[in-house]
């Protein structure tokens, strides 16, 4: 009976250990910031490490839980006009967290679904604001540097930003961009007509570029034909001009003895065309063969 009853009394007191602690103790998790309330009123700065935190039982004291993650929300569809009066329809993706618990708190009673209703409405006035101030071209454009998705998105960004501070709602936007984008059927096809005026107009450009490179390297390859050409004609006549005053040199002797003259060149001929080892079958009255035929006589042949 003893042994019952000391194991009563350390289960009682066990069980009195742990009520004590779920009264006078909470726990934060690592994905939490907590807010502890006294009498409803924001007792310190919000907990934001994990681990045990003491405090004093309800109705004295109670501990709010925020999720610390980012949180994702995508906006809804929403008719734009651009500056050149274009109908656009967009809708944004948005990544935002809990920043002050001690403001988000007072501001949404802790609710998740009433902060992002606020923030919707906060990212329709910026994103007209915005839109309203890029041409149609910022946002559909056969040029992707024409494109300005990264200058309107920060933009956004920012005005949403400045405007979730000065209202003091301990939210910070991380991320922002464009989840979709939509043209009207209206506008579809003179888009269409625009990129492929643009599209000509790059064609075109390329063309003439073309042709302007064509015609240089054109104009180079005369310019250097001709100055081949006139090389060669002068070395021609250089040549020429050489074998002139060589032939002017041995005429005068030439002269003297026309038949001697013309057995030599005719013996010279026959030199030149045997100098290989060949086999040539021509008739042998035909010059300067007739040699093996003719004898000379006095410098001249029979």
Known sequence: MKKRNILNAIVGAALVVIFVLLLFTFQVRQSEVALVLTFGKPAAAPITQPGLYF?????????????????????????????????????????????????????????????????????????????????????????????????????????????????????????????????????????????KGERQKLISAEENEGAKEAAIIRSDADRTAAETIANANASALHIQGEGDAEAAKVLPIFEEDPGLANYLLRLDALRQSLNQQTTLILDERTPPFDLFTSMPTNGRTQ
């Open 55 to 195: 405090k004093w039982p309800w109705p004295i004291q109670h501990v709010y839980r925020f999720d610390s993650r980012i949180q994702n929300f995508e906006d809804k569809f929403r008719q734009t006009l651009t500056a050149d009066n274009n109908n656009l329809i967009l809708t944004v993706y948005v990544g935002w967290k809990i920043s002050d618990a001690a403001l988000f708190y007072p501001k949404f009673v802790g609710s998740v679904p009433a902060a992002q209703d606020a923030l919707e409405k906060i990212l329709a006035t910026d994103q007209s604001s915005v839109v309203g101030k890029h041409a149609l071209s910022d946002f559909v454009n056969s040029d992707p540097k024409q494109l300005k998705f990264d200058e309107m998105e920060k933009t956004i960004q920012d005005a949403a930003q400045a405007t979730l501070n000065s209202d003091n709602y301990g939210i910070e936007l991380e991320f922002l961009g464009f989840k979709k984008i939509e043209l009207p059927e209206s506008v579809t096809q003179s888009v269409f007509e625009r990129m």
